[in-house]
DNA sequence: CATAATTTTATACAAATGTATAACAAGCGA
DNA sequence: TCGCTTGTTATACATTTGTATAAAATTATG
């Protein structure tokens, strides 16, 4: 009996192919149903390979977590920043990131209340998560802020916390909701109601955010 | 050596027993790390009485979740049926008993989260989650509708129901962030802002919910 | 108070799990 | 081509897990 043929990787490549392993385990089998054996099988490895990486399987299911935010938020905000419009369109933009694919996946909705339901028990968690909102928040208000003022609207700093919070609610009930019953929904459905519903929050004209434009 | 001493119950008292422990244990050590050991040790039973009353330990899960959900809308709904006011006092009620507890726990967020996290992968988790947001949002439809009719907005049944899902994702947000922040908000920040928010929603005037109303 | 019914305890067991460690081999530098 | 480093495989092990089943105790019924 031969063993198994294998192909170095760099580091990073690794790192990489392992965390995205362990992400599609979780997502399929819940934290404990994602054994390292199974994720080493999902990543073409053997399981010793895990340990290699990464010093304990908590250590490598924290750092998955740490991977998934980072590009939940990254893609959302790469989407806004690449609007070449104005600020409006930045906020549409991100919006509506946020109610497409491949924001909008039950897979990664899966995966993130998976994880959220750990934050309270367990520290390590509870790190990333406060960090991850912190940061999606600080996001949000400076994209508000040049909404509001361009419509002479009050757009001091307590002014956009208070708007991003509720935002920022109204994204996360809706992202969640939405890609849990994707199916119920029309493909438009979402991002036109989030608009419509952002318009309303902040208390813009009609149709300033959504009037006109066509999202891809 | 002998036998631990025990009392008997009635069926219903010990069902509902062994599923309060199962959410205890569920929230805090997670899906697969609620073991039926730790499950009986917390309900100060022994673990072969679970398979007594459920035939397996995905039965008994199972089981809690759905216990979980109807507890949920249950009291929510509990308190804005109570309401004695009209219709603008229920629906605000019942947007103040999701921002307060008992509804506003990091616990009960835990749990949610956690068997969220398994429906896209379970179909009985699937089951339970449809059938919850079906009902949720038929209660959000019911409170909604005559607060609309009563301000002369448009209240026709497509309109409720677009504005029953964007109140709808505004609430499961604001409840999921706000019970995992709790110490990051003021306790009145958060029924301060559903309450307005959902005027904005709505397209009230200012202050037909929140207005001269003091919440308990 | 005796007897039966069934809740509840206690023990057993195979399978699975995280971790540790030894053996191997791929690819780099000489 | 040869050695050497270390990425990678393979195996071992104690522990924990869900489930099954037998034994015992509590309560209801007469």
Redesign the pocket.
Known sequence: ?????????T?DE?KRSLLEATLRCVAQHGL???????I?EEA??????????F????D?VTSAYAYLIGQLTADAETRARRSVGDANDQLRDFLIANMTTPNLSEEKVSLWATFVGRVRYETDFADIHREGYRDYLALLESLIEPVLAAQGLPHASADCRRHAIAVNGLIDGLWMEGSLNAGLYSRTLLPDLVTEACERLLGLPQGSLSGGQQHT
């Open positions: 009996m031969s063993r198994k043929a294998f192909r170095r990787l580091l690794r404990k149903g994602a054994t390292v054996r199974r080493a073409g490895v053997t399981a010793g390979l895990l340990r290699h990486y010093g304990s399987k908590n490598l």
